[in-house]
């Protein structure tokens, strides 16, 4: 439908369930993907910015700051620290592991579910999930939740899907995937239904903010890329699109650190930006193209010089097998290579045959 959706990754690092979930939510939804550790945030920013869409906030917080925004969000992704059982096929998974910290992990859940609940709003959606099959971190953690909070256990229906263990303790069910029956590691998945209304206050009203994009800006974005000029925001010398309204972009920053909000487009008014480059939203044509060949577009991806031959004088933008790779500039005897410095190809990556490489298909 065309409802607008708030939705939160809570432990969305490195980034594989904020990706898959961005994609098919479509543009009327808003995800706030979280990491609470810095480094961690920063992989997580990448990895979106690189999938190109447009709807998605990267934050830094703990639990607890999310459960001041008092029935903000519709949807809550709880992918929580774990044991890490369902890993076991990984040496070092298996040499952390032991009793005490399983049962740290059970308390810390715990934790993470209390602090976030608020949060949701009444009839909201919570899927929590673990990557281990110690029980105490699974169907006990959301029984135990059950005393705790108003909830309504979901069954999904997984008739599709062979191999998927229902777990059933008491009203509660839960979904064991379990190497050996499913493809895959070891997984457990709880859907809750909130059923309570959250007391204590409300989301105060978010406070003014000017936009600050002069006529000039829009023009020039509006002629690169298909973004709504009600959610183009000035900062400091750059053009930017949030993902949503400016009123939510500032709820959320009232309570939560934001890494990244969005697309950055433009630099002094004209300036295009490596965000733009891989934005599903930049137009084909508003750029002169130029298809790389697999060794160019490991150059680019390093950060190194790349001739120009046939390119167009000016700014360029780069693709490999029709995939945006980002923007360069054909200066005449040589080109300016944008891609930024900090996202760039570090070790040697040897030539690999045409036959080797993944094909994606659409």
């Known amino acids: 439908s065309g409802e607008y959706v708030r939705i939160l990754d809570l432990c969305g690092a490195p980034g594989g369930k904020s990706t898959h979930v961005s994609s098919f939510a479509g543009e009327n939804r808003l995800l706030v993907s979280n990491e609470v550790i810095r480094t961690r945030a920063l992989i997580l920013t990448e990895n979106l910015s690189k999938w190109g869409i447009p709807n998605f906030i990267v934050t830094q917080g703990d639990p607890s700051a999310f459960g ?6 519709d949807i809550i992704f709880a992918d929580v620290p774990c044991s890490g059982e369902g890993m076991f096929r990984n040496i070092s998974v298996r040499s952390e592991w032991s009793e005490s910290n399983a049962e740290l992990c059970a308390l810390r859940q715990k934790r993470i579910l209390m602090d976030v609940w608020p949060a949701l709003r009444e009839d909201g959606i919570l899927i929590y999930s673990t990557c281990t099959f110690n029980p105490a971190e699974n169907e006990d953690n959301i029984t135990w939740f059950s005393e705790k909070a108003g909830i309504e256990s979901v069954r999904p229906d997984l008739s599709e899907f062979n191999g998927i263990t229902e777990i059933k303790r008491g009203d509660i069910y839960g979904y064991g995937f379990f190497p050996g029956r499913i493809r895959g590691e070891g997984f457990f998945i709880s859907v809750i239904r909130k059923k309570e209304t959250v007391p204590g206050k409300q989301i105060k009203p978010a406070r003014k903010h000017k936009a600050g994009v002069n006529r ?10 298909d973004f709504p000029s009600e959610r ?4 400091r010398d750059e053009v930017i699109a949030l993902p949503c309204s400016i009123s939510d972009y500032l709820r959320i920053t009232d309570e939560v650190k934001i890494v990244k909000a969005g697309t950055r487009l433009l630099k002094s008014g004209r300036i295009p930006l490596h965000d ?5 939203k930049c137009k084909p044509d508003a750029f002169p193209l130029t298809d790389l060949t697999y060794g160019q577009a490991l150059a680019y991806l390093s950060r190194a010089e790349i001739a120009p031959g ?3 004088k000016g700014r360029n933008l780069v693709q490999y097998k029709g995939i945006n790779l980002g923007f360069v500039k054909n200066v005449g005897s040589r080109t300016n290579n944008y891609y930024p410095v900090e996202w760039r190809i570090r070790k040697q990556i040897p030539a690999m045959p045409e036959a080797d490489l993944i094909k994606w298909t659409g």
Do not use: H, I, Q
């Open 232 to 235: 183009l925001v000035k900062y």
């Open 310 to 312: 046939n390119m167009s």
């Open 216 to 225: 000039d800006e829009m023009a020039a974005v509006a002629g690169m890329a």
């Open 276 to 280: 733009l480059a891989l934005s599903v």
């Open 68 to 73: 001041r925004l008092t029935g903000f969000f």
